[in-house]
């Protein structure tokens, strides 16, 4: 009991001490830039993959509409309709191409600068020729991180279809009780999520973490993450912010969400 209280305090004293939410509200506003630069590529995969590019778009907005109700979901498709505007000619195209490169990688460089700061990582060198090809490598990493996740989003948004007909099926044909059902849609789910921020606690710090530790943080992560989406849910669903804030509610409703989510990971 004494050596979980110390782990309790511990945890407290460092996550003060490195400013935990500062660097949360960092990740939120840079989510707001990335946030459509990164959907659009994990439609673009979903079309390459699974050759359904509408499909895909429309679970996203089904998930994110869920998430921070139907005015924050059509926020989120219009940002990605004016980015995935048709850019026309060499030129603008180049430089659209670079536009969501940067956004989408923008806010995995933010989660490897918070992480590394929290992990007390060596600090970076002086600015050199050396330096620029580290942050090129940075950007690079952010991005195969970026279609790792869109892959397992993807593959969670399948896995999700696939366990709604399942259970449509079973209710009608077999004798399975409707609460293992939903324990089912819960956890599966909730394994890709660990998955997914295992994969970001192994790749995005400048410092080596065990497996284990890994995975029990991701663990710990995800299932405050699913106990957040529902609760803010809730919170959404009953709140006046969109209200308050007018047009800018659904970015405020965003912000907000990801906000929580920063402060947790």
Not at 38 to 58: H, M, P
Not at 171 to 193: D, E, K, R
Request: proline letters at 4%.
């Amino acid at each position: 009991m004494r050596n979980a209280w110390q782990v309790i305090v511990t945890a407290f004293s460092g996550y003060a001490r490195h400013r935990c939410p500062q660097m949360a509200a960092a990740i939120a506003f840079y989510t707001i830039f990335s946030l459509a630069p990164t959907l659009l590529i994990v439609v673009a995969v979903a079309d390459k993959v699974f050759r359904q590019r509408e499909e895909g778009r429309t679970a996203l907005i089904a998930q994110f509409e869920a998430l921070v109700g139907p005015e924050g979901a059509a926020q989120v498709e219009a940002m990605m309709s004016r980015v995935s505007t048709n850019w026309g000619g060499l030129v603008p195209t180049i430089i659209g191409a670079a536009t969501v490169f940067i956004g989408a990688t923008a806010v995995f460089s933010q989660i490897r600068l918070a992480l590394n700061v929290v992990m007390d990582a060596p600090t970076p060198p002086k600015v050199t020729l050396r330096t620029f090809w580290k942050v090129l490598e940075t950007r690079l990493l952010s991005l195969a991180m970026v279609l790792a996740i869109a892959f397992l989003l993807l593959v969670s948004l399948a896995l999700s279809a696939f366990l709604a007909g399942l259970s449509k099926w079973a209710n009608s044909h077999l004798p399975i009780p409707i609460n293992f059902l939903q324990v089912t849609n819960f956890v599966v789910p909730l394994l890709v999520i660990t998955s997914l921020f295992a994969a970001m606690f192994k790749v995005l710090p400048g410092v080596k973490i065990t497996w284990r530790d890994t995975w029990v943080g991701a663990f710990i992560t995800a299932l405050l993450f699913s106990l957040g989406k529902f609760l803010v849910g809730m919170y959404m669903g009953r709140s006046t912010t969109a209200s308050v804030y007018g047009a800018a509610g659904s970015v405020i409703i965003i912000l907000l969400w990801v906000y929580y989510s920063a402060l947790i990971f």
